[in-house]
């Protein structure tokens, strides 16, 4: 039997109160991620960038089939370490943008199984025929506010501390990662976006053009829906089908493009 794959339509615009694009994206057909970049336009840019060319510079490791699926998951979760120390490096040569980092949310397919690697508030949904789940978990104050049960879902809109990350990769080490690993089921659909859509539209919105049939037509949708609602942030969409269809696609989006 054919192999699993992800047939996957991205793309990453610029938000309409954002001077530059801060998202990056990596599309292959067994490896996809998204980060959202933090720190001001030019370092917010270059944290998202690193982390989107490592991870596309250890996709043939990663997405070798010859390779156990133990020491894939070791390699995989690994990765955001070597991520980490990347953006380390970089700041001890560039000084003035100590302080930048960026989210990563992605999805590795190996054998009969996809894992997800996820630092941040980028956000890995999955729509399995009519129920769509929300499969990362956010890494940021509210979520641990309403994880507590110290807030109400109403009063997160407007909480100041909304956008505050309780991890990101900043290259300082301090990170938890964990990787969760999910069965490939074909005909599910993976929906990997930043904040700047998940922060704008609801969840009931989401799955509504994310039920499109066409893939380039959600991506649309949910992007133009963003727009509607005044785009504050860049937004980053990555629909991905899960097919045993053959698929051939390398692409770096935004600022990693």
Same mark, same amino acid.
């Given at each position: 039997?054919a192999?699993?794959n992800f047939?996957?339509? *991205?793309?990453s615009?610029l $938000? ?6 801060e998202?990056?994206a990596l599309?292959t057909e ?6 959202d970049? @933090?720190g001001?336009?030019a370092?917010g ?7 989107? !060319? !490592?991870?596309?510079?250890? *996709?043939?490791?990663?997405?070798n089939?010859?390779?156990?699926? &133990?020491?894939?998951e ?5 990765s955001?370490h ?5 953006i380390?490096e970089y ?7 100590? $302080?930048?980092?960026?989210t990563?949310? *992605?999805?590795l397919?190996? *054998?009969?199984t996809?894992a997800?690697?996820h630092?941040? &508030?980028?956000?890995?949904?999955r729509l399995?025929a009519?129920t ?9 104050v ?5 994880d507590?049960?110290?807030i109400?879902?109403?009063e997160?809109?407007n909480?100041?501390?909304? %956008?505050?990350?309780t991890?990101?990769? @900043?290259g ?11 069965e490939?089921k ?7 976006c930043?904040? $700047?859509?998940?922060g704008?539209?609801t969840?009931?919105?989401i ?7 066409d893939k380039?037509?959600?991506?649309k949708?949910?992007i133009?829906?963003t ?5 504050p942030?860049?937004? !980053? ?5 899960v !097919?045993?269809e053959a698929? %051939?696609t390398?692409?770096?989006l935004?600022?990693?493009?």
């Amino acid at each position: 039997m054919a192999a699993f794959n992800f047939d996957t339509s *991205a793309r990453s615009a610029l $938000g309409l109160l954002r001077s530059g694009n801060e998202d990056s994206a990596l599309v292959t057909e067994r490896l996809i991620a998204v980060a959202d970049g @933090m720190g001001g336009h030019a370092a917010g840019e270059i944290a998202s960038k690193i982390a989107i !060319t !490592t991870l596309h510079s250890l *996709a043939p490791i990663l997405t070798n089939k010859a390779i156990d699926s &133990d020491s894939v998951e070791d390699l995989f979760l690994h990765s955001l370490h070597t991520i980490d120390l990347n953006i380390s490096e970089y700041v001890k040569e560039a000084i003035d943008l100590r $302080g930048m980092g960026t989210t990563l949310t *992605a999805l590795l397919m190996h *054998a009969d199984t996809i894992a997800l690697l996820h630092v941040g &508030d980028s956000r890995c949904y999955r729509l399995r025929a009519n129920t769509l789940e929300q499969l990362s978990n956010d890494h940021t104050v509210i979520q641990e506010l309403l994880d507590q049960g110290a807030i109400s879902l109403a009063e997160v809109h407007n909480h100041p501390q909304r %956008s505050v990350l309780t991890q990101a990769l @900043m290259g300082d080490g301090n990170i938890d990662p964990v990787l969760q690993i999910y069965e490939a089921k074909e005909g599910d659909r993976y929906l990997l976006c930043s904040d $700047g859509l998940s922060g704008v539209l609801t969840e009931k919105e989401i799955k509504t053009l994310l039920k499109s049939g066409d893939k380039d037509v959600a991506v649309k949708s949910l992007i133009d829906a963003t727009y509607i609602n005044g785009a504050p942030d860049n937004v !980053t969409v990555l629909i991905a089908d899960v !097919t045993r269809e053959a698929v %051939s696609t390398n692409l770096l989006l935004g600022a990693a493009e």
